[in-house]
């Protein structure tokens, strides 16, 4: 039995919703370009989390293929803490704007 991973490709982190952001909005760019370099990583996509506060950059979990949820207001950063916290085989990213990051 092998234990080799398949190969991921940036397809494979694509969710079935549609991109709700504004027209040249820098937010395309860096989706674009997490679901190009999570493939590198070799994690497979059910042990990747996004979380996000509120606000148009945080809605990034609803656009990717892995597990991800939506918290309060600037309180992403403490959920990530709490979901790395219980369960440390997880890549947790935290995915947060201006406005959320600063409250």
């Not at 694509?14 to 820098?26: E, H, I, K, L």
């Not at 979380?51 to 992403?76: D, E, L």
Request: aromatic share 10%; net charge neutral.
């Amino acid at each position: 039995m092998s234990t080799d991973l398949p190969v991921l490709t940036a397809s494979d982190f694509a969710s079935d919703q549609d991109v709700r952001w504004c027209p040249g909005c820098g937010d395309y760019s860096i989706l674009a370009q997490m679901k190009k370099m999570l493939p590198s990583l070799g994690v497979p996509r059910e042990k990747i989390v996004f979380i996000s506060g509120i606000g148009c950059s945080s809605r990034f979990p609803y656009y990717m293929n892995t597990y991800g949820m939506h918290s309060i207001h600037g309180r992403a950063p403490a959920f990530a803490s709490g979901l790395k916290s219980a369960r440390p085989d997880l890549q947790v990213w935290v995915i947060t704007g201006d406005g959320d990051g600063l409250s």
